[in-house]
């Protein structure tokens, strides 16, 4: 326990380099527009499944591909995919895309994948196992499930974040979850340690619970929006995932524990 919380609190720290000559800036703006997108009622879930979702590795079983009934693509997702295919941008939305199917004052430029309905993701090959563009997939398809608008309403409604069925990716984290939490029953004073970690304002702890929450702005909302506001918080860059897995993997432990102090107690049916 000691050993993760050392290499946790060690990642915390090499975090701070991405700070810019003269500190963190326009923190308080930056932070309303956060709230603005998510509203701060969605914590800790927001924080607990991006934490959840950098931590999950996709086993590309295809079970999310085969049962989506339409996958929605940003712009991003369009240019990021193409480049990765060697397309055009507008090759890739001739040939792989179509109008949203939903009023464009609601979903703005987004598009869906062309797919026959009933039939699984045009990029989805079971040979392979899985997503043909797996390293750029959609926005939605990496979001999945952990910060899919429905998941976070589950959370709120039932104060708790639930286990995704069906996803092995979701249930392999979560025995690693119930694995911390038995050494934990076992260590009372690492127990403490991890408790007093995340109340102890420490500016690292502060800085990571922030990228930790632009990291899930990051994934739920694509890429471009986040930079911006790391721009404004005056970071040189968005922290890779692997610099905030060993934070997450602490994060997690904890908040399904219980032993955070939160608003709202957050628990999982514990193993
Ligand atoms: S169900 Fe889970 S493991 Fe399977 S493809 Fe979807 S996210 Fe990946
Ligand atoms: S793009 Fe990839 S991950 Fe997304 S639904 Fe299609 S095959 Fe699955």
Sequence with gaps: MREETDQALRAMKELCKLIADGGLRDRERAEKDMDDMISRD??????????????????????CCRE??????SIEDCRRIARHMGLSQKRFMMGYTLP??????????????????????PFFDPLLPGCKVHPVKPQVCRAALHLSKMNLLLCEEEKKIGAIP??????????????FRRNLDRNPAARQELEALFSSH??????????????????????????????????????????LRD?????????????????????????
């Design 100 to 121: 949203h199917e939903l009023n464009r004052a609601r979903v703005g430029s987004a598009r869906m994948l062309k797919k026959a309905g009933g039939e699984a993701c």
């Design 202 to 243: 420490k500016p690292e702890v502060e800085l990571f619970l922030l990228l930790l929450r632009l990291k899930g702005l990051e994934i739920y909302f694509g890429g471009d929006r986040a930079e911006r506001l790391a721009r404004r918080l005056g970071l040189k860059r968005m922290p890779e995932d692997g610099e």
């Design 42 to 63: 969605y914590e800790p879930y927001f924080s607990g499944n991006a934490a959840l979702c950098l931590l999950a590795e996709c086993q590309r079983c295809g079970g």
């Design 166 to 179: 069906g996803c092995p990716a979701d249930a392999a984290l979560r025995e690693q979850l119930a694995q």
């Design 247 to 271: 934070g997450a993997m602490l994060y997690a432990a904890a908040l399904s524990y219980g032993c955070l102090s939160l608003k709202t107690e957050l628990k999982e049916e514990k193993t």
């Design 68 to 73: 989506e009934r339409s996958i929605a693509v």
